[in-house]
């Protein structure tokens, strides 16, 4: 319980609104399949378009499929994508960032420049152009997203590894003749993780939107698969008739979204408390004085 | 004055060199031989003997780079070839829709300058207070409701509803006010915050004092002071805004059946027409990079401090 309390005051500092908002979206997108109360791709023509009922919570849609299950499936669909998406995208990001803030020199200047034109055009061309040229598919829209957002988490990345590299310890390990190896998979990268983690969280937002606007394209998640984009433009045709079946799945993005921004802008805003390496290092520091003080004691 | 357009015109004109480098080597990367595709395009059963014929015809043997020149050369005078899914000119496709998509961007930017404008000041007039709070969670609602949900809300309220506005077609200024609106939601929410923030730095700002201590009413302050202090901000990222729309025209154009840049990019995307593709791609990116470098000089006019430095 001890170990709980420095998270649990961590997250009453920041929206409390957001979180249950998020922490729904994860819940529901974790547990969809034990949770979603019938078979999302059943097709049932006769029970085609309803309104809510005992049977189905949320109605059905123009196939008669259950609304209610279906928008919980594709919670975990979406969260599954933006989970991949982020991953990728931070892998490439952190691995080249922290690359240019080692190196520095031309290195550096390569790389930013290229994340400089990345960040400069809208990420939805910049993945439809990898789609245009791959071809659509599922990992093909994972590997297009991330190409269109590991620019963001390079920069964030470099500078930090750009702030470690230029403090004491690393240069006492220079001196201590430690390996270019010892000093990047030891000190740098394990120190730059924790602080782009924490930003990458606030883009999940824009990622699941990308996420949905691409499926909403139908570039993205290709049906049976339920996600909330594809839902949508699936029962556009129907919108005169039945625009349940539009606004439902668009509210859920809406609502996700919301969450994840209001998060983004309190994490902007710097009210989350430092980063994880931060923390770790003080937490590390009151460790050594303690043992400074029972060394006086004996 | 002269040195500084002159610099950001070299500038320009070395990131044109890049984006095309980008849309050249994007298309020949791609997998496949285009040679196969189009010998089967023209109907005729794709023999190694008559794939060579096209390759030769459309310089595929050649080097590299001499395809690359050629290419630029094409582009530059307009030429982007034909469409491998159609048969038809590129260019003439694109000659209307650019017409489109021009109109489309150009109205919501000037919707997006007026509703961001009007809320901001409201936020700024009454700080804190409920306008505030009103302007801010618009703000927030505007930027995280995804843009074809927007349109779908558009068309739910105003074409179904109330059967005010047609849901789609391009006829007439009435068919242009709903994609308008839908495109600029994001935008105005954005900037919102952009004139929100500038305006209450603005006024945090000694001259303000100064205006305020000479007896300067609020409102006076906030117009004569704060808001040319804001335009070269607002520029900048008006000018951000307006780029990222042709992001959404994308997604706009295809919802409300309009024939623009960005439905024909996605067409392209969709039947992997390379060409296509490849024009669409290089018109976005002269675009972004047309309109920064207005942006800047825009900048320079209405900043005294930057003109400054370059005389």
């Known amino acids: 319980m001890n170990m709980l309390n420095p998270i649990l005051a961590r997250l009453n500092k920041m929206p409390r609104a957001a979180l249950i908002t998020i922490g729904l979206f994860v819940a529901l997108g974790t547990f969809a399949p034990w949770l979603a109360p019938q078979d999302p791709s059943t097709q049932n023509l006769l029970d085609a378009g309803l309104g809510p009922s005992a049977a189905h919570w949320l109605g059905t849609d123009h196939l008669g499929r259950d609304t209610f299950s279906r928008l919980i499936i594709a919670a975990n669909t979406s969260l599954v994508s933006v989970g991949s998406v982020l991953g990728v995208a931070m892998t490439i990001g952190i691995l080249l960032g922290t690359i240019a803030g080692y190196h520095r020199g031309w290195v550096d200047d390569l790389l930013m420049r290229v994340v400089d034109v990345g960040l400069s055009v809208p990420s939805l061309i910049i993945s439809l152009a990898v789609i245009g040229i791959v071809g659509p598919g599922y990992w093909t829209m994972v590997l297009a997203l991330a190409l269109a957002w590991w620019p963001m988490s390079g920069r964030i990345s470099r500078a930090v590894a750009v702030s470690i590299m230029s403090k004491p310890h690393i240069e006492a390990l220079r001196v201590l003749g430690a390996s270019p190896w010892r000093i990047y998979f030891g000190h740098l990268l394990p120190g730059t993780i924790g602080s782009v983690m924490v930003y990458a969280t606030a883009d999940a937002g824009t990622a699941a939107l990308a996420v949905a606007t691409l499926s909403f394209l139908g570039l993205g998640i290709q049906p049976p698969t339920p996600e909330w984009g594809q839902m949508l433009v699936d029962a556009l045709p129907y919108l005169e008739s039945d625009p349940r079946q539009v606004l439902l799945p668009g509210f859920a993005l809406t609502m996700a979204v919301i969450g994840f921004n209001t998060l983004g802008e309190s994490i902007a805003l710097n009210r989350i408390p430092k980063p994880l390496t931060r923390r770790m290092l003080a937490m590390r520091r009151a460790e050594v004085a303690s043992w400074s003080k029972e060394k006086s004691d004996a | ?311």
């Not at chain 2, 496949?32 to 089967?40: H, K, M, S, W």
């Not at chain 2, 995280?144 to 789609?168: D, E, K, R």
């Not at chain 2, 303000?208 to 009413?217: D, E, F, I, R």
């Open chain 2, 1 to 311: 004055m002269i040195h500084f357009i002159s610099k950001r015109l070299k500038h320009s004109l070395v990131l044109l060199f890049m984006a095309s480098v980008v849309c050249f080597t994007l298309v020949v990367s791609a997998p496949g031989n285009v040679a196969v595709l189009i010998a089967e395009l023209r109907g005729a059963v794709a023999t190694p003997g008559y794939v060579e014929q096209v390759e030769e015809e459309i310089g595929l043997n050649k080097p590299l780079l001499m395809r690359y020149v050629d290419w630029l050369g094409d582009a530059v005078r307009g030429d982007f070839g034909i469409s491998y899914r159609t048969g038809q000119d590129v260019s003439a496709d694109l000659a209307n829709r650019m017409l489109v998509t021009g109109i489309l961007i150009a109205g919501s930017a000037v919707i997006a300058t007026l509703i961001s404008l009007a809320l901001g000041f409201l936020g700024a007039f009454w700080p804190y207070k409920l306008p505030d709070r009103v302007s801010r969670g618009l703000a927030l609602l505007g930027a995280s409701t995804p843009t074809f949900f927007v349109g779908a809300l558009m068309i739910y309220a105003f074409s179904v509803t109330f059967q005010l506005l047609p849901s789609f077609g391009f006829d007439g200024p009435k068919s242009w006010i709903l994609p308008w609106l839908t495109i600029a939601v994001l935008p105005a929410a954005v900037l919102s915050r952009v004139v929100r923030v500038g305006l209450e730095e603005a006024m945090t700002s000694p001259f303000v004092l100064t205006a305020k201590s000479k007896g300067l009413g609020r409102t006076a302050i906030l117009f004569r002071e704060a808001l040319p202090n804001i335009t070269p901000i607002f520029i900048n990222a008006l000018g951000t805004q307006v780029g990222l729309m042709t992001a959404t025209a994308i997604i706009v154009e295809p919802l409300f059946a309009w024939q623009g840049v960005g439905d024909y990019f996605l067409a392209g995307v969709r039947f992997r027409d390379f060409m296509v593709v490849q024009a669409c791609l290089l018109i976005f990116l002269t675009f972004f990079i047309v309109v920064n470098l207005i942006v800047d000089l825009a900048v320079l006019l209405t900043d005294p401090r930057i003109r400054r430095q370059w005389s």
